[in-house]
């Protein structure tokens, strides 16, 4: 069975930083290409940032030189480090494992709020 488990999530002043943490069992996580994706109310789900089995990657320009995405196949895991946020980053920050098909994270809330 396969699961990705997101933590690291919560609330947060702006101007400040938050690392997610996305735990991957029941894949053969190293072949997978992975990313983060949010979803503010009332808004679509977006790509915030991806890395490539390769380690290649890419982000939204609204994230760009704030956020990083890292890998650690070792530990089955893919990070987010979330640093200067917004309050336009508040949303639920999703992970997902893509090869020949999608695995979703169930999502972890982060809100950016004074």
């Known amino acids: 069975q396969v699961q990705l488990v997101e933590s690291g999530g919560g609330l947060v002043q702006p101007g400040g930083s938050l690392r997610l943490s996305c735990a991957a069992s029941g894949i053969t996580f190293s072949r997978y290409g992975l990313s983060w994706y949010r979803q503010a109310p009332g808004k679509e789900r977006e790509l915030v940032a991806a890395?490539?089995?390769?380690?290649?990657?890419n982000y939204a320009d609204s994230v760009k030189d704030r956020f990083s995405i890292s890998r650690d196949n070792a530990k089955n895991t893919v990070y987010l480090q979330m640093n200067s946020l917004k309050p336009e980053d508040t949303a639920v920050y999703y992970c997902?494992?893509?090869?020949?098909?999608?695995?979703w994270g169930q999502g972890t809330q982060v809100t950016v709020s004074s």
């Open positions: 890395i490539a089995i390769g380690g290649h990657t």
């Open positions: 997902k494992a893509a090869l020949w098909q999608n695995y």
